[in-house]
């Protein structure tokens, strides 16, 4: 577990592109896998993307495949997600975290979680 702060959200057009990113302290970054969870009003809590731990591997939620990707600097010690096509049903606040693996992180429930980044997709 290390601290983790995410940032970039903002209200954008529908079809447009954000840009995410969460910076995570602690000298254990370069050894996790990372990913990314959103949740909408009125939802859970859902899995978006994960990344292994020198981001030669990576995972995505079917919702986002092909317009998501998630990337990480481990000398910055910071994941991003790029998020292309944006739609309305994108909307939610977005969280970063960590774990052993890419899968790990997908089945994440506990966290940890950073405070989020509210990402407002408008039409």
């Known amino acids: 577990q290390v601290p983790l702060v995410e940032s970039g959200g903002r209200t954008v057009q529908a079809g447009g592109s954000l840009r995410l990113s969460c910076l995570a302290s602690?000298?254990?970054?370069?050894?996790?896998?990372m990913g990314w969870f959103r949740q909408a009003p009125g939802k859970e809590r859902e899995f978006v993307a994960s990344i292994n731990w020198n981001g030669g591997s990576t995972y995505y939620a079917d919702s986002v495949k092909g317009r998501f990707t998630i990337s990480r600097n481990n000398f910055a010690n910071t994941i991003y997600l790029q998020m292309s096509d944006l739609k309305p049903e994108d909307t939610a606040v977005y969280y970063c975290?960590?774990?052993?693996?890419?899968?790990?992180?997908?089945?994440?429930?506990?966290?940890?979680w950073g405070r989020g980044t509210q990402v407002t997709v408008s039409s």
């Open positions: 975290t960590s774990g052993a693996s890419i899968l790990a992180v997908a089945t994440s429930v506990f966290g940890p």
């Open positions: 602690g000298r254990t970054f370069d050894s996790l896998a």
